[in-house]
C-alpha cells in the first residue's frame, strides 16, 4: 500500500490545493483476488477537507482488498457545484481529478473503471458526477448523503448555513437544474448507459427521509440502485462501514472479505 498526500496548482481553481492518493500494490490485488483496475474518487463532507477519509477510516484497508485506486480530493464547502459566488469546484471534480490520475498516475478512468463516492456533503456529489455524466462513471456511492439539502434550501434562512448556500445557488437560493439531484436523476434516466448507484443511511441519520425519497425516485426512473440502511446516525462509524460494504459490493466481493484484518 502506497500513500501519498501531495499538493497540486490546480488550472481549474486557479490555485494550489491537496489532494490525496492510495494506491495498492499489485501482490495485494492477487491475494484479495480483485481485479486492479478500478480508480474511486473519494469525497469529504461539509465539516471535514481531503485529510479526512484518511484519518477517520480504513479507506487503505478497502482500497487493499478492492484493488482500487483511491483520489481523494479536497473542495472546502462547496457543496461539489460551481459556485454562484465562489470557485468552480464541479469542473474541478468530474474533469482536472479524472485527468490527473490517468496523466500522473496512470490509473484508468474510462467509463467501466471509474467510480465516485462521499459522505453527506460528498454523496451529494457522488450521485451529482454520476448523474450529469452517467457515461464516464461505471458507480457511485453515497453514505449519509444531502441529497436533498440544496434542493430545499430555502429552509435554512435561520440557519448559520443561509450565506453559505447563497454562495453556491446565489443570492435567490434558486436551486438550478443542474445542481438538482431529482431533475438530474431524470435526466440521466433517458441515457443509453447507467452507472451503478450505491447509497446507505443511519435509521438515526437526520437525513435517513431524504435518502429513502430519493431512492424511491431512483427506482421509479429504473436506476441500478442498491440501498441498505442500518442502526447508525452521522458519524464515522456508519459511513466506515457503508464504504466498505459499497466498495465490496462494486469489486464484487463480500463486505467480511473486505473487512478482514
Known amino acids: 500500500m502506497a500513500v501519498f498526500r501531495g499538493t497540486i496548482r490546480s488550472e481549474t481553481l486557479a490555485m494550489d490545493t491537496i489532494v490525496n492518493v492510495i494506491i495498492p500494490y499489485e501482490q495485494h490485488y492477487i491475494q484479495s483476488k480483485a481485479p486492479h483496475d478500478k480508480t474511486l474518487i473519494l469525497l469529504h463532507g461539509l465539516k471535514q477537507n481531503a485529510d479526512a477519509w484518511t484519518r477517520m477510516s480504513r479507506i487503505e484497508q478497502f482500497a487493499h482488498y478492492t484493488g482500487f485506486n483511491v483520489m481523494v480530493p479536497e473542495v472546502q464547502r462547496s457543496f461539489y457545484c460551481n459556485m454562484a459566488h465562489g470557485l468552480p469546484y464541479f469542473d474541478y471534480i468530474v474533469n482536472e481529478i479524472p485527468k490527473m490520475a490517468s496523466e500522473v498516475f496512470h490509473f484508468p478512468v474510462d467509463s467501466e473503471h471509474l467510480y465516485v463516492a462521499g459522505l453527506s456533503m460528498g454523496g451529494y456529489g457522488a450521485m451529482k458526477c454520476a448523474l450529469t455524466y452517467p457515461e464516464r462513471f461505471a458507480g457511485a456511492m453515497s453514505y449519509s448523503g444531502a441529497v436533498r439539502s440544496l434542493e430545499n434550501s430555502g429552509g435554512y434562512t435561520d440557519s448559520s448555513l443561509f450565506q453559505e448556500f447563497q454562495a453556491v445557488l446565489g443570492m435567490d437560493l434558486q436551486c438550478a437544474s443542474e445542481n438538482n439531484l431529482m431533475l438530474l436523476a431524470e435526466k440521466a434516466a433517458n441515457t443509453p ?69
Open 193 to 261: 448507459r447507467k452507472p451503478k448507484l450505491y447509497l446507505a443511511c443511519g435509521t438515526e441519520d437526520f437525513l435517513l427521509e431524504d435518502n429513502r425519497s430519493f431512492t424511491e425516485y431512483l427506482r421509479k426512473l429504473g436506476h441500478d440502485v442498491t440501498y441498505e440502511e442500518w442502526a447508525g446516525d452521522h458519524s464515522w462509524p456508519f459511513w466506515d462501514m457503508a464504504c466498505a460494504r459499497s466498495m465490496a459490493l462494486m469489486a464484487g466481493l463480500s463486505p467480511e472479505d473486505v473487512l478482514k484484518e
